[in-house]
């Protein structure tokens, strides 16, 4: 009996290393970075040009893969019915605190070229010698990709920066 409670703290103190040795902020050359947090929270964002998109929640970590739980956060937009009638609804938030927006300050968020969700971050990535690598249709991304403004070619995986 006594040796099931020295399992347990093993297994577990071998869970909070593993955490600790992925945590930190990595990013690639295509906009993209992700701030791991030792407590399982994490932040993504993405920037190109004058566009830009966030999201945030918990991640996990089995057999050196890395889950994301996206934890989407809204404001609620007060809508004008006929008859001068008001309805809210819920949309995604531009930023990370929830408010109460009109319809007028709506269409500045849609104009303004950010927020949440426009470019989602990803679901799972693996990790591996330090890096991160995206996995699309069970396969992992490792072929370099050519950038936006120019032909350059640059390796497709997240790397940990002091950011």
């Known amino acids: 009996m006594k040796i099931l409670p020295v399992i347990l703290l093993l297994t577990f103190s071998f869970k909070l290393f593993s955490q600790n040795k992925i945590a930190g902020y990595y990013e690639d050359y295509f906009g993209n970075s992700i701030f791991l947090n030792s407590d399982s929270s994490f932040k ?16 996990s970590y089995k057999n050196d893969t890395i889950y994301f739980h996206v934890t989407p956060v809204y404001d609620t937009l007060k809508l004008i019915k006929e ?18 927006l009109t319809q007028g300050q709506f269409i500045g968020v849609l104009l303004s070229g950010g927020g949440q969700n426009r470019k989602p971050s990803p679901d799972k990535l693996l990790f591996k010698k330090g890096r991160l690598y995206e996995i699309v249709n069970g ?25």
């Open 83 to 100: 008859n001068n009638l008001f309805k809210d609804t819920l949309v995604l938030s531009q930023d990370e605190n929830s408010g109460r």
């Open 44 to 59: 993504y964002n993405w920037n190109f040009d004058l566009a830009s998109s966030w999201s945030k929640g918990t991640w």
């Open 139 to 163: 396969k992992l991304l490792r072929k370099k990709r050519k950038g936006f403004w120019s032909n350059k070619k640059w390796y497709p995986w997240y790397f940990k920066s002091d950011g």
